[in-house]
């Protein structure tokens, strides 16, 4: 069983910026997705761990140029930087791992393990 524990969701003005945290209880491919009310899960942005310091990022169209994801091998943490909210990045965050090996997904199916969601609200 993998514990995973967010933290930086919030309030915040369109523009604006937010750091989301996730560590984990080891040291995984991981991720984040968003779900909206009334919509489905997301993708949003992953990076892998291979067991060296090479590692891939990929994030959706949506996302690129105003999220970063990054991770913290030491400390098992991964982050995801979000600059230039727009209201409809407003959803709860989802952190998440992949267990069965470090291979690159952005597929929801193929991650295994899941935090409790961050809200992230983007409103004037």
């Known amino acids: 069983q993998v514990q995973l524990v967010e933290s930086g969701g919030g309030l915040v003005q369109p523009g604006g910026s937010l750091r989301l945290s996730c560590v984990a209880s080891?040291?995984?491919?991981m991720g984040w997705f968003r779900q909206a009310p009334g919509k489905e899960r997301e993708f949003v942005a992953a990076i892998t761990w291979s067991g060296s310091y090479v590692y891939y990022t990929d994030y959706a169209d949506s996302v690129k140029g105003r999220f970063t994801i990054s991770r913290d091998n030491a400390k098992n943490t991964v982050y995801l930087q979000m600059n230039s909210l727009k209201p409809e990045d407003t959803a709860v965050y989802y952190c998440?791992?992949?267990?069965?090996?470090?291979?690159?997904?952005?597929?929801?199916?193929?991650?295994?393990?899941w935090g409790q969601g961050t809200q992230v609200t983007v409103s004037e």
């Open positions: 080891g040291r995984y491919t």
């Open positions: 998440t791992v992949r267990v069965r090996g470090p291979t690159r997904t952005t597929s929801l199916g193929d991650y295994d393990y």
